[in-house]
């Protein structure tokens, strides 16, 4: 008999496991389908332009001072990189940062960066360091960065996301990105239409 009920067991076990990736596989039936995008094992996702999401709103004080607000960039392709002074992949990722912000800064493509859990002291001595021009705001507990949840995972340190010039998210990169990816992305996003055309 204890044989019998082992199996038994077993068996019941097998077709919890199965019921629970049936559900996993089927998703919620309450929510909305997820947008369709291609994404790669590298951690790119590129969003079809007619089901793009739109930007949530960012907007905070700046490590140089003064305020920054993404809304007031709408028309310009920019470039949101959330990065810590404390991250070893975002020092590895900020020389291509930069250069490919020197590229195409005068194609009508922004940069903004968005310090997250740091010190001002460690990201000051960050942005020296790696000779970063373009602005940051900071967000020193994470609290911006958790309003776009949906969008990137707050332990996913860093990220890059490619906003249109409609203020919507044309592609993200969770992890760290190389200059050739990012001058990709920013050049697909920069050859669409301007919004007034």
Sequence with gaps: MGGFRRALIAVAVVAVVMGVGVVLLLGDGDRPPAPSSSSTPT??????????????????PLL????????????????VNVWGSWCPPCREEAPDLQRTWEETRDEGVQF?????????SGARSFVEEFGITYPS????????LRAWRELIPVQAI?????????GRVAARVIGPVTDDTLRDLVDAAARERKPDQ
């Design 64 to 79: 140089e001072g003064g305020r920054m607000d993404l809304d007031s960039l709408r028309g310009d392709v920019v470039v």
């Design 43 to 60: 951690g790119v996702t590129r969003f079809a332009p007619e089901e793009r999401p739109d930007a949530e709103p960012l907007a905070g």
């Design 137 to 144: 705001i900071i967000d020193p507990d994470g609290e911006r």
């Design 112 to 120: 903004l960066g968005v310090n997250t859990r740091d010190t001002e």
């Design 158 to 166: 860093p990220s890059t996301v490619v906003i249109d010039r409609d």
